[in-house]
């Protein structure tokens, strides 16, 4: 059985629209993240590490990355920068950024 077209009007709005950037609704932009990758066996993992987080000065002039994150093997200390195990990080990879 076939029905009859019917026109619709749509329905105006009256309200006002929500403001998206109430403290509610609003979000802080998670900083960026540095992926680098150095395999090379002769470098030592203190200066992958440093060459990476050079590398993200350089990608992002003014943005101090204050993290990185490595694999569980790799874990050193850098001075002024956590440096975190994670069991996802693959052995010569290291993600830098920043602890939000």
């Given amino acids: ?4 077209s019917r ?3 749509p329905t105006p709005i009256t309200e006002p629209a ?36 050079e590398a993200y000065k350089a990608r992002f002039p003014g943005v101090q990355p204050t993290l990185v994150l490595v694999n569980e093997a790799e874990v050193t200390t850098i001075e002024g920068i956590t440096v975190r195990a994670m069991p996802t990080v693959s052995r010569n990879t290291y993600w830098v950024g920043q602890i939000v």
């Fill in 1 to 4: 059985m076939a029905h009859a």
């Fill in 7 to 9: 026109s619709h009007t």
């Fill in 18 to 53: 929500p403001v998206l950037s109430t403290p509610e609704t609003a979000f802080r932009r998670q900083p960026p993240f540095l992926m680098w990758y150095d395999d090379n066996p002769k470098t030592p993992v203190a200066r992958k590490i440093t060459e990476a987080i």
